[in-house]
């Protein structure tokens, strides 16, 4: 199984409950790779030593959250040239007319002046980390899909031109939490993008800032505790009612019921999330500036890694002729 997240930063409580509380889950029933992918961050302007410091950010993450290095394999991606080179095949695999229709290029050049060729050819390299390592489940977001079944394409494709070389992965959606929503605009998505911090609880706030977030979460002035994904004047109730559900690991129409008033509810909402975030937060800040012990697990997870890639790829190349 293998799961790739960008060097963005410090992760939220989206990206917790969303994806990281799934990989505890994942590493306990499947051989799980972890991929810090910080060629994708490329896509656009880096500044280097923010890059560099949010590399290894993400790595105290996954190890914050709980990911253990002797169950599963944490690497970084630029340190497995491998990626690379597999990605330039799946190019060759791949089509014009496939990597033009993917949506997220559309939606994310249409707010650009300058689109890079990296962005176009982003699903090629996501193929390329899935197939390298032989990944047989993929857990995906909503908004990834479309990539994920281009990567199915391109293995069916090549496998069929030059003879059985990859797995063909399955995708996996979250099932708590898949969209955290935005605690001041709870039709968006909470997203580091966002103009504003104020509903962005992240993975490094104190207890008394996770506490006024909540408390100070959009509703709407029904004033009636309810449960409906699908009704926009009510996205914020809502949006509080699945935080609590995914952090209890209940269903949201129970706790729905369990409220009569918003106060009670952003309360509950605040104490779990408190009790939730503060212990990943201890340890994120023992581990952020703790290089050594970032190194190892990295220099540990390259070995692993590379020892598939290079397999794969020897396989690769042999059924191309690049032997």
């Not at 007319?97 to 996501?126: I, N």
């Not at 690991?249 to 779990?272: H, I, M, Q």
Request: proline share 4%; with cysteine.
């Amino acid at each position: 199984m293998l799961s790739g997240v960008q060097p963005t930063g410090v992760g939220h409580l989206g990206t917790l409950l969303g994806a990281f509380m799934n990989f505890l889950a994942d590493q306990e029933r499947a051989e799980c790779i972890f991929l810090v992918a910080d060629l994708h961050s490329l896509t656009v302007d880096q500044d280097p030593a923010a890059l560099r410091r949010q590399r290894y950010e993400l790595v105290a993450t996954f190890l914050a959250v709980g990911i253990d290095p002797l169950k599963s394999t944490i690497v970084m991606q630029s340190e497995v040239p491998e990626h690379a080179e597999l990605a330039w095949v799946m190019e060759s695999t791949a089509t014009y007319g496939e990597l033009a229709r993917m949506t997220q290029f559309k939606d994310k050049s249409a707010r650009q002046t300058k689109v890079r060729a990296s962005l176009f050819t982003y699903p090629a390299l996501m193929a390329a980390d899935i197939l390298l390592y032989q990944a047989d489940v993929v857990p995906v977001g909503e908004d990834q899909l479309q990539h994920l079944e281009l990567t199915r394409t391109l293995a069916e494709r090549f496998n069929g031109a030059y003879g059985p070389t990859f797995t063909v992965p399955k995708g996996q959606l979250p099932t708590h939490a898949a969209r955290v929503m935005d605690l001041a605009e709870p039709t968006s998505k909470m997203s580091k993008s966002s103009s504003s911090q104020a509903g962005i609880v992240f993975l490094t706030d104190d207890d008394a800032t996770i506490r006024r977030k909540f408390l100070r979460a959009r509703t709407d002035s029904f004033a009636e505790v309810v449960w409906k994904p699908d009704d926009p004047s009510r996205a914020g109730v809502t949006n509080l009612v699945e935080i609590l559900a995914a952090l209890e690991g209940t269903d949201a129409s129970s706790v729905a019921a369990r409220f009569d008033r918003y106060g009670p509810l952003k309360e509950a909402v605040a104490e779990a999330a408190v009790a939730a975030i503060a212990p990943v937060r201890e340890r994120f800040m023992a581990l952020r500036d703790d290089e050594a012990t970032l190194r190892g697990v990295l220099d540990q997870g390259r070995e692993r890694a590379r020892d598939i890639a290079r397999t794969t790829m020897a396989v690769v190349r042999d059924r191309l002729g690049l032997t």
